[in-house]
């Protein structure tokens, strides 16, 4: 355990801390706590992830955008541990894996590093591990010791699930992640999830955060954009997966429903070439973000929709399993996205509790993974699964 920075490539995406000293306290305690997921867990689900792999299994990935903290955070967990276990009672054509975005949902990239809100710039909201949502100045300053608190509502969200799920969050706030590295004998864990992963705006090959990945023994998922090249891609297999082992890289696409059919064939070709047994997963959420007339962000059901089927129809035509859906749902009757039970742009309002992104409401949800009912069977019938 080291509450010292071990990591030497540039890191992107990070707040600037103003007080040195918090930083370092919370980082001490962050190293001292007592691990959030045990190695044993950890393997069983790279297992687990190597069986998907094989095309013998099949994951349902979901959760918040960005995680509230206390009791709400408890709360929306036991909605969101039901939700995805009726989901996952929808997907006939393999075992599923189920993987909560959950207990670490807690920092967020965003595009610029300040926003204008009535009038008056301030720091963006990077999620509850750094700052406050509130449109208050004071309340955007990044403060240390909220990733105290980002742990222990982790804790208690484990708790409230009483370990029945495994967990994944986006490793991009390294000050939180690297005091929860874990060793075990000579290996290095990750002890804040089970499942890391890291984004499409943190996949440099040469950047800290895969750096970081690379060090521990967790299986680990890299989102891949629209900008993404095959060769990006397989540098990025190359530094995360150089043993060729499976179970270790899952690779989450999010290419948007009108480019899916033409970007992801050359990534899949390649990684393919290459002799990388990865996990392809479809993350139909991120590329579809629209702007409404009056400034919120939502996502249309038909997009994201399309776009899940158009991954798994390409994967289907390509030989290749297609091993899962990674969704933003909320658990709860929210209306953030349009389709289903939110007619237009205008029953948004209705129900809009999402602390960033536009999530699914559990009809949406279920609409988009039922869409994937009649292709899973044609794969099963054409044995793309179950080995």
């Not at 975005?101 to 300040?114: D, I």
């Not at 909320?330 to 996205?337: F, L, P, S, Y």
Request: aromatic residues 4%; contains cysteine; hydrophobic residues 40%.
């Amino acid at each position: 355990m080291t509450a010292a920075r071990t990591f030497t490539k540039r890191a992107t995406h990070q707040p600037d801390w103003p007080d040195s000293c918090e930083l370092t306290r919370a980082r001490q305690q962050l190293a001292s706590a007592p691990p959030l997921t045990s190695p044993k867990d950890i393997r069983v689900l790279k297992r687990a992830l190597a069986e998907v792999a094989a095309g013998k299994a099949y994951v349902l990935q979901g959760g918040d955008c960005a995680e509230p903290f206390g009791i709400a955070a408890r709360r929306g967990a036991r909605a969101k541990d039901a939700v995805l276990g009726a989901l996952s009672k929808q997907i006939r054509h393999a075992p599923v894996v189920v993987i909560g975005r959950l207990a670490g949902q807690f920092a967020k990239p965003r595009s610029e590093p300040t926003e204008v809100i009535d009038g008056r710039t301030m720091p963006t909201f990077r999620g509850l591990a750094v700052n406050g949502p509130e449109p208050v100045a004071v309340q955007r300053i990044p403060n240390a010791r909220r990733m105290i608190t980002a742990y222990h509502t982790a804790r208690a969200v484990l708790a409230e699930l009483d370990n029945g799920m495994w967990v994944s969050h986006e490793a991009l706030l390294l000050d939180y992640e690297e005091p929860l590295i874990r060793t075990e004998g000579s290996t290095r864990y990750l002890a804040s999830t089970h499942l890391p992963w890291i984004g499409e705006r943190t996949r440099d090959v040469d950047g800290a955060h895969v750096e970081f990945l690379t060090n521990i023994a967790n299986p680990v998922a890299c989102k891949i954009g629209p900008a993404a090249t095959p060769e990006e891609v397989v540098a990025l297999c190359a530094r995360l997966d150089p043993q060729r082992e499976p179970g270790r890289l899952t690779l989450i696409s999010r290419l948007g429903t009108h480019d899916v059919r033409t970007l992801l064939p050359p990534l899949v070709r390649a990684v393919r070439a290459a002799g990388h047994p990865v996990v392809w997963m479809c993350d139909p959420m991120h590329a579809n973000t629209r702007i409404t007339s009056t400034g919120l962000k939502t996502r249309h059901l038909q997009d994201i929709t399309g776009e899940a089927v158009a991954f798994h129809e390409t994967l289907r035509e390509l030989g290749q399993w297609p091993g899962g859906l990674h969704l933003e749902l909320a658990g709860e009757d929210v209306t953030e996205c349009v389709g289903a039970n939110v007619p237009d742009e205008n029953a948004l309002v209705r129900r809009y509790t999402s602390l960033c992104d536009p999530r699914l409401n559990n009809e949406q949800a279920s609409v988009v993974v039922e869409s994937l009912g009649r292709l899973g069977d044609d794969l099963a019938h054409r044995g793309l699964g179950r080995g």
